[in-house]
């Protein structure tokens, strides 16, 4: 069963430009939650998506946002960057039945924003 | 106060020793609690669950949850140097579809052979 794919694995970016990074859940799963790491804050949770729907959201501003396709596949977009966008965005998949947390988290790989 | 409360360590402990790593949470409607291994430079890993008070062994983990005191832990024992990473808890909420997981900020696990 393949896991979660999450493209690119590395960006680097120029403040005041916007990205879009992308996430394909495992099969089968609904939901797909986007975090993001960095060392000084830990994990802090952008939003979820089931079934197309945004069904939670963080405390970010709205330079962040997202989608689902009809497939499940995700994408993020941060616009107007600043440096401190700088951190490893991670894609987390579940099945999404019950609690939005209820059963765990399958993360991708990560994508590694780098803004410059 | 963070909804999800971790020493960051680093816990150092020798080999084929237990590790024990502690985790408290705020709200007490939390019903999933989970412990992740993420090694430097990797994403995040799930190696246990636990919803119910008590323990749950796995291998060589161990979860424990105590609601009332609002407590998860994870015992690793015959702690090996593959074991090093840092350790992260989350917790879901009791509101069905309303609630992300919640992270600790992670317990770094360094175990000396």
């Known amino acids: 069963k393949a896991g979660v794919t999450q493209t690119p694995r590395y960006l680097i970016k120029t403040r005041g430009q916007q990205v879009t990074l992308s996430c394909s859940p495992i099969?089968?799963?609904?939901?797909v939650s986007w975090y993001q790491q960095t060392p000084g804050q830990g994990l802090q949770f952008l939003f979820e998506y089931f079934s197309e729907t945004q069904r939670n959201k963080g405390n970010f501003p709205g330079r962040f946002s997202g989608r689902q396709f009809s497939n499940s596949r995700s994408e993020m977009n941060v616009s107007t960057l600043e440096l401190g966008d700088s951190a490893l965005y991670l894609c987390a998949s579940s099945s999404g039945q019950g609690a939005a947390g209820a059963y765990g988290y399958t993360f991708g790989s990560g994508t590694r924003l780098t803004v410059v | 106060q963070k909804e999800v409360e971790q020493n960051s360590g680093p816990l150092s402990v020798p080999e084929g020793a237990i590790a024990s790593l502690n985790c408290t949470y705020s709200d007490r409607g939390s019903q999933s609690f989970f412990w992740y291994r993420q090694y430097s430079g990797k994403s995040p890993e799930l190696i246990m669950s636990i919803y119910s008070n008590g323990d749950k062994e796995d291998g060589r983990f161990t979860a424990q949850l105590n609601k009332a005191s609002q407590y998860v832990s994870l015992l690793i024992r015959d702690s090996q140097p593959s074991d090093s990473a840092t350790y992260l808890c989350a917790v879901g909420g009791a509101d069905t579809g309303r609630r992300a997981l919640t992270f600790g900020s992670g317990t770094r696990l360094q175990v000396q052979p």
């Open positions: 099969s089968g799963h609904r939901s």
